[in-house]
């Protein structure tokens, strides 16, 4: 089975400053490791995957994230964040059973950009 | 975007009482999800299907079911709606094979209140 834990519920950070949204995992088998973006009162699209390879994953809208299997982490960086970037952001994990890829998700972490 | 809605978007129901919300899919995928949205929780797992007429249990599929006649169709069902069940419904569905590397797409989300 997997767990993820997402360490920060709400981030509150000034516009135009770095931000990190921090993500850890476990689990007994690899996975692959995803972070989806949630705008208020809409669904959950996708920021970025991990799949294999290069450790920096690049996703839309200027953000990326980090791969570090010792330490089972995938953390979420943005160098500037905007207004705009304001929501919720999930992290979540996959491993494939006989039926399909099951996703577990962290608990979220809110990202509140300020003026 | 994929080809996702959810119906109905907003529903209030009194404790007791049947409720199914309908998942549909224009995109001809394979697997289709439900997950339930509470604050802290992130999404958990309630149902899935691979096929028609193939479906398997989730993290918290106690008082839900579940029936998928036709590929483009999912309904979720709490036969005696509680307030525990109160939440957000989110449909997704993924392309097949249903490779645990896949990206799953998410519908609009259906707002349930149980009174």
């Known amino acids: 089975a997997q767990s993820v834990t997402q360490l920060d519920s709400q981030v509150p950070v000034f516009e135009e400053a770095p931000v990190e949204l921090r993500c850890n995992y476990s689990?007994?088998?690899?996975?692959?490791l995803f972070w989806y973006v949630q705008y208020p009162n809409q669904g959950l699209q996708l920021l970025l995957k991990?799949?294999?390879?290069?450790?920096l994953v690049k996703g839309i809208n200027g953000f990326e994230a980090e791969f570090n299997k010792s330490q089972t982490s995938f953390h979420l960086r943005k160098p500037s964040v905007h207004i705009s970037d304001t929501a919720e952001y999930f992290c979540a994990v996959s491993a494939h059973n006989n039926a399909g890829n099951m996703l577990t998700f962290g608990g979220g972490t809110r990202l509140m950009v300020k003026p | 975007d994929a080809g996702i809605t959810q119906s109905p978007r907003h529903k209030v129901t009194e404790t007791g009482t049947p409720v199914t919300l309908r998942c549909h899919q224009t995109e001809n995928h394979r697997y289709m999800y439900w997950y339930r949205q509470d604050p802290g929780h992130g999404l958990r797992l309630i149902h899935y299907s691979y096929g028609v007429k193939d479906t398997d249990k989730g993290e918290v599929s106690d008082g839900y079911s579940v029936s998928r006649s036709k590929t483009e169709d999912f309904l979720l069902t709490l036969e005696s709606a509680t307030s525990s069940q109160t939440s957000v419904y989110f449909c997704a569905i993924s392309e097949s094979p249903g490779l645990a590397e896949e990206t799953q797409y998410f519908g609009p989300g259906t707002r349930l209140l149980v009174l």
């Open positions: 689990s007994s088998v690899s996975v692959y």
């Open positions: 991990y799949l294999s390879g290069s450790t």
